[in-house]
């Protein structure tokens, strides 16, 4: 499924990749989930390593698998909440919140 956003004209465009810098992240390290969106929001790790997805918003959030190697995802969750996935198949992952589809993306890239 492609991610898709607003263009500096208020037209809906299909993201091929996410922009801004790519972050290198641990295993065990945190994307939040606020209401501007994730932060950070464009991350890299090591096969294996688990990343914890925390609810951060006063907003209803999701986390949907939108592409990547394998699916995973999570509901909608009570702010404090911490979903924790272990990336074991390499790739690019990219989610996005279903409330807040334009607006809320992230891309996990993991290297082999």
Known sequence: MPLSTLDDHGRIV???E???RMRSLRSGATIAIRDRGFTPSNTTIERGASLRFRWAGRAE?????????????SGVRPRGSIDPHRFTVPGRYQFF?????LTMHAQVTVRG
């Open 97 to 101: 919140c279903s409330r807040h589809p």
């Open 61 to 73: 959030h999701n986390l949907k698998f939108a592409n990547g190697p394998t699916p995973t995802g």
């Open 14 to 16: 299909t993201l091929a």
């Open 18 to 20: 996410l922009r801004g």
